[in-house]
Nanobody, 126 residues
C-alpha cells in the first residue's frame, strides 16, 4: 500500500506561484507513474499532468502548459507540482495520484490510479 500526503496549497493572488509536494510512504513510488489531478467546486476531477517513473516524460493539460511543471525526486519518494502565473480558474483541490507498482506510463484517466492523497486546497484570488 502507498500513502500519499500533499502539502503546499494555500491562497495566492492571480499571477503568483505555489509549489505543491506529494510525499509517499509505505512503498516506493520510484517505479510508478505519478499524476496531479484537480477538482473545482461543482466540477469533476480533472487531469492536470503526469510524470513517468524516471521523470523523463511529462504530459500536461493544455491550459496549464508553460505554467505548471511536474518533477519528482525518487530518492525522497516525492513528487512536486510547480505552479506559476496562477489564474482564478486554477482554484481547486489538488490531488496527487500514483499508479500501481511497475506501471510506468502516464494516464490522464483517474481510474488508472490506485493511490490517492487527501488533497490540498489552492485558491487563486483575482
Amino acid at each position: 500500500q502507498v500513502q500519499l500526503v500533499e502539502s503546499g496549497g494555500g491562497l495566492v493572488q492571480a499571477g503568483g506561484s505555489l509549489r505543491l509536494s506529494c510525499v509517499a510512504s509505505g512503498q516506493t513510488i520510484s517505479n510508478s507513474a505519478m499524476a496531479w489531478f484537480r477538482q473545482a467546486p461543482g466540477k469533476g476531477r480533472e487531469f492536470v499532468g503526469g510524470i513517468s517513473w524516471s521523470g523523463g516524460s511529462n504530459v500536461y493539460l493544455d491550459s496549464v502548459k508553460g505554467r505548471f511543471t511536474i518533477s519528482r525526486d525518487n530518492a525522497k519518494n516525492t513528487v512536486y507540482l510547480q505552479m506559476n502565473s496562477l489564474k482564478a480558474e486554477d482554484t481547486a483541490v489538488y490531488y496527487c495520484a500514483a499508479r500501481r507498482r511497475l506501471i510506468a506510463t502516464i494516464s490522464a484517466s483517474s481510474d488508472q490510479y490506485a493511490y490517492w492523497g487527501q488533497g490540498t486546497q489552492v485558491t487563486v484570488s483575482s
